[in-house]
């Protein structure tokens, strides 16, 4: 590198913060592509989510994580830990509030992961465009962040990009000096399995509700690339949606198949827009008991991706 060019910094981002500050919202946003699934359900990140940033000075990778939840239930507890070991995997943390709602308990929860972070940490104040600086100014006089590294009360929103540029700059600034690892084309390094699955769980959840989206997982059995005599590469999946009950069956599946119909399609099209490619979906619906207590596939829809 000679005098005249700037530094190019390349660092790892943990993302903490309780569930439905918009974290994921957040990881899309900044990469500029479909990486994290997005729900209003609570939980619905369950691994961590491996996101890239490509810019001028620079690279980041976005790791988002479980939401900070309090609950003492076993699947939760692995979550947690989920969350809170990236603390050992990162270069920077990213602390992210959701100003428009009080700050509580599983927000401080977050300031205290943050706290425990021995590298730099920056604070970003997400949704910002749902209220006004007075309201942001009483949020903050509440929160008692700590002021160091902390992201302008101007603060960001997820949902309209204001703000995401320079969030990217300050992490950027404070990641340590080093070749980009990634090639510019490339948004994430999850596996074709892994955003198949998430892409049909976060249709499934839009059209689920009350506590059947805590409980259903999504298993992918097959991938197969399916030449067309006019359309070129079809990818042809074959997953099964499992949940705990046979009642929860019934509503996944919808009256006369309504449900999982529209999970299919609307899973195709976001599929189709994520491979480039013409998409085709074989969806069941199956009963696992108590899945959540099971320790094995715990372990496999909550481990680090990539």
């Known amino acids: 590198m000679t005098p005249e060019q700037p530094a190019v910094r390349t660092g790892t981002v943990g993302i903490v913060g309780r569930p439905s500050v918009g974290k994921s919202s ?22 961590r989510v491996r996101g890239i940033v490509h810019a001028s000075g620079g690279q980041l990778v976005l790791l988002d994580t479980p939401g900070l939840h309090r609950s003492e239930r076993k699947m939760n507890l692995v979550l947690r830990e989920r969350a809170v070991g990236v603390l050992d995997e990162v270069d ?18 977050a300031t205290d992961v943050a706290a425990a972070f ?24 509440d929160a008692s962040l700590p002021a160091e590294a902390q992201v302008p009360t101007a603060g960001v929103s997820a949902v ?35 955003r198949v699955a998430e892409v049909i769980r976060e249709q499934a959840f839009a059209r689920c509700t009350q506590e059947v989206p805590h409980a259903l997982y999504v298993e992918v059995v097959d991938l197969e690339n399916r030449s067309q005599a006019k359309a070129g590469d079809l990818l042809w999946v074959r997953a099964t949606i499992w949940v705990e009950r046979e ?21 195709t099209v ?26 094995a596939i715990l372990r496999r829809i909550s481990v680090p991706t990539g």
């Open 118 to 141: 021995q590298g730099p940490c920056v604070r970003a104040l997400n949704k910002c465009d749902l209220c006004s600086d007075a309201e942001i100014a009483a949020w903050l006089a």
């Open 160 to 194: 309209r990009g204001d703000g995401i540029d320079q969030l990217i700059d300050v992490l950027l600034a404070h990641s340590p000096e080093g070749p980009r690892l990634y090639p510019e084309d490339m948004y994430t390094d999850q596996t074709p399995e892994f």
């Open 26 to 47: 957040l990881v899309n946003a900044m990469c500029g592509g479909h990486v994290a699934i997005v729900s209003a359900v609570p939980q619905t990140t369950r691994s």
């Open 270 to 295: 976001a599929l189709e827009q994520v491979f480039g490619r013409d998409v085709r979906i074989e969806l069941r619906v199956k009963v696992k008991k108590n899945w959540r207590q099971r320790d």
């Open 247 to 267: 009642s929860q069956v019934a509503i996944v599946v919808g009256r006369g198949g309504s449900g999982i119909g529209a999970i299919r399609q609307h899973a």
């Open 92 to 109: 920077v943390l990213l602390a992210v509030y959701d100003v428009s709602r009080p700050f509580g308990e599983e927000d401080r929860r």
